[in-house]
């Protein structure tokens, strides 16, 4: 359809342009700008006043306009399951259209807008209207994709009710979020008794099940960005149990359309395997009847000799005990894979090793005062094992001792609490020294059965004391990452102890001994010392997934000890430099040859595959950053855990942010971070991840967003003496365009600030660990200070850019 357009001669063109000047008549009281309208007018002074008369119920934003209020009602607070604002018009056709039944999608247009035309009599120039017609064309575009979506929604929730009916959300459990305080050791002030501890807790209904579908529909196809409220959100999920039925109510892992954004593929896509080849993890284990919780009882009385635990704790019910071990093996095991399931048996197992494995299970039911109960009766009682038994040391303590040492440790340093982390520093010098003298015995074990194969039992032993030791020093890599901790455990440690096998091999059923005996002889387990030289001379590796997440830890650790090294040369300083950045580069590669993995983990992530590929990637990105910047202040400040300290820091840190062609390649691995939710959509990862991802992502992120945002930050401040380079320009583009404006003007028209806000309101809207909160919090204090630097103005680099009417003009003014 070609419109037909009429060339205005000079006479009309004057005559317009006279008639204009003579209707602005409303002059602005603050500066010389003249407008047509009192009410064009009125809203341009608020722009000095700074009076913002529309308040939002639902939080405390406010706006100079009700259709901004309007938007930020529609963007901000869709799902939060309030009562929506519309316009009069879309009140009245939605209430038309309740009995006239699901026919054509509806188009609502702001109730300011009606108003304009109402009060122009019907009139408008062709500003206002080709305005009128891109608002009705946005209008119709989003109506017809919600109706897409609703449609789209229907299909799969029939769908997934015909295939499987047991695997959706339970509507009668609610989950709230929260972080876990977490006392001294020294110290024992019990919680307020869970209804968990006894009979099945009382359950509540806090959403309809259309809702939870709702969530869950991931749109690929949209590239502005919905922000997520700053209020708690209510998470539901069902975790069976029963052994016999999955306990994750997560989709199947989503491929994302750009492996570039999250790495090569997990070595599953490699394998040339069948789909008839892949299989599920092992079932969790459970407490199959009440004789088997009443022994687990037997057990805690009998290691509790001196009854600290007996007289302040309840057992939970059969239930909740599945409940919670279904949890840790479905949610949080196949992060940090050290524990077998196989011959995890809860009723003879060490009892503080099981009350550690509840207590993070509990964390991830959201029932947080169990947590809490768990976590401080299991301290309590590997505690006082250890101080009893001086017979002990780092070379015959049992190994449960240390798993469980571990898991107390993973607790206290991520549940938001600074005396949490304050217990962990304490023991981890202890903890360390563990692992030398286990590492030491169990190496003179394996040499001296030399080339003999172990029994299933032996090697079951041996390699779950390999995989603890090194689930140790990944976890201590993340603490050097987040609170700049030193490592306790030295470079060489490990030089020769063999890496961990594949999760196929680890999680292989042990009925039949001669397929093991086989899958053994053919695994590819080479020594850390041998993995590590062949990355630093850029040869390609061949180990399992796990090995990948071990070897970028100590790859992160190597690129930390180069930067803080002072009494290198500067010569020295950049052969080593190179040397570390092929090593990175040879990892990236080496993650399409890992030992292919049969085992399929259905937690949603971005590719398909083991989930610790994805995690791997994470620290991959921010050890990548760490060659350019090393933020020591802001990670020492995290360890006190107060937001607005955190917040000062990081805005304060703007000028630790170089700009060079090696930061815009360490801006290319930021970006990549935050585009990974973006193309999933924020609101389902800000719902999601917190059950499907690691703990990695939101303590990488922290860093690479932070990164980003004083990198946009420094480029809007230094756009008009230093504008940006062609790299830098194309850079800033891509990550502009992950947004509409409409989004970046609810922040202060501020690229910065809206990529912090964006990620603050996405890391702390459901939380297992309390250390999310922290970060969340802290971005969102860090987002309004650089949006408060927009009162200066925004350069063109950095701001859409401005349209040529004189109408639009005063519609820029207005959005300050």
Request: net charge negative.
């Amino acid at each position: 359809m070609h419109e037909v357009m009429t060339v205005p001669t000079a006479a009309t063109q004057s005559t317009k342009k006279a008639v204009s000047v003579q209707e602005r008549k409303y002059k602005c009281a603050y500066c010389s700008r003249a407008f047509s309208r009192s009410e064009h007018r009125s809203r341009h002074e608020r722009s000095h006043t700074k009076e913002r008369p529309f308040k939002c119920l639902k939080c405390r934003s406010t706006f100079v306009r009700r259709d901004l209020l309007l938007r930020h009602d529609r963007t901000v607070h869709a799902k939060d399951g309030g009562v929506p604002l519309h316009s009069e018009v879309k009140r009245r056709s939605t209430k038309n259209s309740a009995s006239a039944g699901p026919t054509k999608p509806s188009i609502a247009i702001e109730q300011a807008t009606i108003e304009q035309l109402e009060g122009d009599g019907g009139m408008v120039d062709l500003e206002t209207a080709a305005a009128l017609m891109t608002e009705l064309h946005h209008a119709a575009a989003a109506a017809i994709v919600d109706h897409e979506q609703e449609m789209l929604l229907q299909e799969k929730s029939r769908r997934s009710m015909s295939s499987n009916p047991e695997s959706v959300f339970d509507p009668n459990v609610s989950y709230a979020s929260g972080a876990i305080p977490v006392q001294n050791m020294s110290t024992w002030d019990p919680p307020t008794p869970s209804s968990t501890t006894g009979p099945d807790p009382p359950r509540s209904h806090s959403m309809s099940h259309s809702q939870s579908s709702q969530d869950s529909y991931v749109s690929w196809s949209s590239n502005s960005l919905q922000i997520p409220s700053s209020a708690s959100s209510v998470m539901e999920r069902s975790l069976s149990a029963d052994p016999g039925h999955s306990a994750t109510v997560t989709p199947a892992s989503y491929a994302s359309p750009h492996p570039l954004f999250t790495g090569p593929p997990s070595p599953a896509n490699h394998s040339g395997s069948s789909a008839s080849q892949t299989a599920p993890p092992p079932a969790p284990p459970s407490v199959d009847s009440d004789h088997e919780r009443n022994m687990v009882l037997d057990n805690i009385r009998e290691i509790d000799v001196e009854r600290a635990v007996l007289d302040k704790f309840r057992l939970p019910s059969r239930s909740g005990l599945n409940r919670y071990l279904a949890a840790y093996f479905n949610l949080f095991h196949h992060h940090l894979p050290f524990l077998h399931t196989g011959s995890f048996s809860p009723s003879t197992l060490a009892p503080p090793l099981l009350l550690a494995v509840l207590s993070i299970g509990a964390l991830y039911t959201f029932e947080k005062e169990q947590a809490y109960t768990l976590h401080m009766s299991s301290k309590v009682l590997v505690n006082n094992f250890i101080a009893r038994h001086h017979e002990f040391n780092s070379r015959n303590c049992p190994l449960w001792t240390t798993q469980t040492l571990l898991l107390n440790m993973v607790f206290a340093s991520w549940s938001g609490d600074p005396k949490g982390l304050d217990w962990a520093c304490s023991i981890r010098d202890l903890l360390a020294n563990i692992v030398a003298g286990g590492r030491y015995e169990l190496q003179v074990r394996m040499d001296k059965r030399g080339d003999e194969m172990p029994t299933r039992e032996e090697w079951i032993f041996e390699e779950g004391s390999k995989r603890t030791y090194y689930a140790i020093y990944v976890f201590f890599g993340l603490l050097t990452l987040t609170y700049n901790h030193v490592q306790a455990i030295p470079y060489n440690e490990f030089d020769t102890l063999s890496l961990p096998c594949s999760e196929t091999l680890w999680n292989l059923d042990g009925s039949d001994d001669q397929i093991w005996r086989e899958h053994l002889s053919n695994a590819s387990m080479p020594a850390f010392k041998e993995a590590h030289t062949r990355l630093i001379n850029g040869d390609i590796p061949q180990y399992s997934v796990f090995a990948a997440r071990i070897i970028i830890n100590a790859l992160f650790l190597d690129v930390l000890g180069l930067k803080r090294n002072t009494e290198i040369v500067e010569s020295v300083v950049s052969e080593y430099r190179e040397k570390l950045s092929v090593a990175l580069e040879t990892w990236h590669r080496a993650l399409e040859y890992c030992t292919p993995e049969t085992m399929i983990v259905s937690l949603t992530a971005p590719q398909k595959g083991h989930p610790l590929v994805f995690n791997s990637m994470a620290m991959y990105r921010c050890t990548m950053a760490r060659l350019e910047v090393d933020l020591v202040s802001i990670q020492e400040t995290l360890r006190y855990h107060i937001p607005e300290d955190v917040a000062s820091v990081m805005t304060s840190a703007s000028g630790l942010i170089p700009r060079s062609e090696a930061m815009t390649e360490v801006i290319q691995q930021c970006f990549e971070c935050f585009q990974i939710p973006a193309l999933m959509g924020i609101r389902w990862v800000a719902r999601t991840s917190a059950l499907n991802w690691s703990v990695e992502h939101p303590l990488c992120g922290f860093e690479l967003m932070l990164i980003l945002s004083l990198w946009l930050y420094r480029l809007e401040e230094e756009a008009e003496t230093n504008p940006p380079t062609e790299e830098e320009e194309a850079m800033l583009t891509k990550v502009r365009n992950l947004f509409d404006d409409d989004s970046v003007e609810l922040y202060g028209s501020r690229l910065s600030a809206a990529v912090a806000m964006v990620w603050g309101g996405m890391i702390d809207e459901v939380v297992v660990w309390g250390i999310t909160k922290l970060l969340g919090e802290s971005f969102k204090l860090h987002s309004h200070t650089l949006a408060l630097s927009d009162d200066v103005g925004m350069t063109s680099s950095s701001s859409p850019s401005p349209s040529a009417t004189p109408e639009a003009e005063d519609l820029d003014s207005d959005m300050e």
